[in-house]
């Protein structure tokens, strides 16, 4: 068994043991996808005044509430513009209030869907469980219970849930229990599952396909196979070349793998020009500190604070914008987001958030009691593993030597510049 360290960064998922060898990223390979327009929105927004007048003839008709609420979705997913998601949102919901029982559980997994999204997760748990007990066909309602018990760090009862809802043969079922093995540390276990769950895609089910491969691809990097890894995002490119999703895996490869600096922020910057989210803007500011552009940086990091911080984003952004106030000294909105994160989700990760608040604040005691009780032993994701072993240090811990190597192994996921303070923590 591989014991993996997680990292949930702009993409997300496993860990790396490869030692940095020849490049791998080929621009020849990718350039002509930074050439793709944007997608063409013109079909969704078309649908979007179809349903509206459909609405508008039937004020009472949920059927067309829920076309228009996948509209916005869609429209959300393309554009990145919150307020998409949020539409969708309220129009779920007044379609699930005008339906009965059983035809309200279409409606009840979207809002628990979306929920996720917003990282209102224990309404995302709410909305499944209803959705459960409305239908006899319970098995896609307790998945999607099963995802939002994961994120509010219940994880004996989404364990359960797999225990109890067996579907070797699913692709969603397969999909949830390499999450789970990813949870748990075994990454070869979750590897196998998700390349179990890709075979079992039929050649229509386009979107899983991209989905999974793409999946792999993350995979594939965090487990130290970077020339699969690669291989993955740009054969998800060949099925569709508006997926900015793998052209982000590119950019992490040829940024943290390759030290391609002008190659990453090409690709990044391209992918920011595209969306309305802020995703992007941390990514390219690490890539300008590590050439030593500190203005340019602390430019990027004011532009992702000013959006991500906005009412509509919610707790989306929260892990980001506490370790960026910790960094400022901005100790008191820290710990408010961390506390917020705890109270919304007592996870290993959360508490983490906390206790490297702590540290930065000088409380580093305080710091080591919260992951000696809330956190060691319980995650295997690499920032955390990183915070853990520099507060260990900081304690005189022996311990921090454990950590701080386990952290050095995954610095494919942790980037450049973690891995250059981490071994001048080892040094120091």
Partial sequence: ?????????????????????????????????????????????KNIILWKGKIKEEPKGFIYYEKLGAAYSELFEKTGEVQYLHKADSTFAISQKLTQQKWKVPSLLSLSSISIKKHDFESAAKYAVEARELTDEKFGPLLMQFDAEMELGNY???????????????????????????????????IYYMEEAHSLIKRHQKERLLWATANL???YGHAGRIQDSYQKYLDVLAMDSTYDYALKGIAWVAFSHDGKTNEAREILENLQAKTAMPDYYLPLAEIY???????EAEKLINQFVAESSKPQYGGMYNKYLIEIYSDRGQFDKALALAQEEITNRPTPAAYDWLAWTLHKQGNTNGALEIYQRNVEGKTFEPDVIYHMGTVYHAAGDSKAEKYL???LEASYELGPMTKKKIKSTING
């Fill in 1 to 45: 068994m591989t014991k993996k360290l997680y990292l949930m960064t702009l993409l997300p998922i496993f860990s790396c043991t490869q030692q940095k060898s020849e490049p791998i990223s080929n621009s020849a390979d990718y350039q002509v996808f930074l050439a793709v327009e944007p997608s063409d929105l013109s079909h969704i927004n």
């Fill in 405 to 407: 190597e386990e952290s």
């Fill in 289 to 295: 500190e590590y050439e030593g552009n500190e203005a």
């Fill in 217 to 219: 691809g993350d995979m």
């Fill in 156 to 190: 004996q009862m989404a364990y359960a849930i797999l225990k109890e809802n067996r579907r070797m043969e699913s692709f969603d079922y397969l999909v949830r229990l390499s999450k789970y093995k990813d949870y748990e540390g075994d990454l070869d276990s979750a």
